[in-house]
């Protein structure tokens, strides 16, 4: 079915239209929801593909206002993001269980009618328990889902790959669909217009750092591909402040010239507008991949 929605009032009006759509509407379920929250408070990668779901329920959901929650460092991601109404930023570093309350505290001020926890641990099992939500979602694999209202299995098999999105999609398809939307970022024009020098010729970049030293291609690896790249190619470093330093010694590996470093140069939304733009983007298995 599909639906239309009142986005000027918080009460949901629909009105269900025979679509080749093949959409779940249930009027009594969307007079109900009105405010959810989506916890993802793990990594910059994470946070990405967690714009898969906040997409979906944009644009399923309308009228219904959405939360999310990310860890302190992460919330520029979801600038300019029409979707989200509110960012609720945890600082985990300022006293890991004394902030968790306060988030709490902040959770149940705001009354949600469903808290869609898209993590597997127990600090935002905790949060999602104790906010107050008429409905929360997760993971069974959460070590506290029994205490949601509704829990699903978080499968990864080798033998039936996956995307993460997915996996995301499972929490929220019995009241949708089986569509699965793909993650966004919103570049603003002031990010586009920043990277605009950087892309009169044709480029490519490279985003040799990642959070998880297992996940990191060697350095000399990225070297001997930097120098077997076309002559005619400009080669830009990416990364964060702290990738700086790696992504200076990865230039002094090679001879070209044609390589510049942007590493701490660049928000989150303006590598993502430059990669937009390159010829090729490579990187490790880590965030910027969600990036491209």
Same mark, same amino acid.
């Given at each position: 079915?599909?639906? &239309? ?8 009006? /629909?009105? !269900?239209?025979?679509?080749? @759509?093949?959409?779940? !509407? ?10 959810? $929250? ?10 990405? %593909? ?13 009228? @219904? ?10 919330? &520029? ?9 509110? @960012?609720?930023?945890?600082? &985990? ?15 149940? /001020?705001?009354?949600? *009618? ?5 993590? +597997? ?8 328990? %104790?906010?107050? =939500? ?6 069974? &694999?959460?070590? %506290?889902?029994?205490?949601? /209202? ?6 990864? #098999? ?12 499972? $929490?929220?398809? #019995? ?6 939307? +793909? ?7 002031? *990010? ?31 070297? #001997? ?5 076309? /002559?005619?190619? +400009? ?20 001879? +070209? ?9 660049? =928000?989150? %939304?303006? =590598? ?10 490579? @990187?490790? #298995? =880590?965030?910027? $991949?969600?990036?491209?």
């Amino acid at each position: 079915m599909l639906c &239309k929605y009142n986005r000027n009032a918080l009460q949901i009006q /629909s009105q !269900c239209f025979a679509s080749t @759509v093949a959409m779940h !509407c249930d009027s009594d379920y969307l007079w109900a929801v009105q405010k959810i $929250l989506i916890i993802q408070t793990a990594f910059i990668g994470d946070v990405v %593909l967690a714009t898969s779901l906040v997409e979906k329920m944009h644009v399923r959901f309308p009228g @219904v206002i959405i939360d999310v929650m990310v860890r302190k460092g992460n919330e &520029k991601l979801l600038l300019n993001n029409p979707a989200i109404h509110e @960012v609720l930023i945890w600082n &985990k570093k300022a006293g890991k269980w004394k902030s968790l309350m306060q988030m709490v505290k902040q959770m149940r /001020s705001k009354g949600y *009618d469903k808290v869609i926890n898209l993590q +597997r641990f127990f600090s935002t099992g905790l949060m999602t328990v %104790l906010s107050g =939500s008429k409905e929360t979602r997760g993971y069974e &694999k959460n070590p %506290l889902s029994a205490g949601f /209202s509704k829990k699903f299995p978080h499968i990864i #098999d080798p033998r039936n790959p996956h995307h993460e999105t997915v996996r995301i999609n499972e $929490l929220v398809k #019995d009241f949708t669909d089986d569509e699965v939307f +793909r993650p966004r970022l919103y570049p603003s024009d002031a *990010d586009e217009q920043f990277v605009t020098t950087f892309i009169n010729e044709p480029f490519v970049t490279i985003t040799p750092s990642s959070v998880w030293f297992t996940k990191q291609y060697p350095l000399e690896k990225w070297a #001997d591909l930097i120098q077997q790249l076309p /002559s005619h190619l +400009r080669v830009f470093i990416l990364g964060g402040k702290d990738n700086a330093e790696e992504a200076l010694e990865l230039t002094a590996k090679v001879t +070209r010239r044609n390589v510049e470093v942007l590493a701490g140069k660049l =928000s989150f %939304l303006q =590598s993502a507008a430059l990669m937009k733009h390159a010829v090729m983007n490579y @990187v490790n #298995d =880590s965030a910027p $991949l969600h990036f491209a």
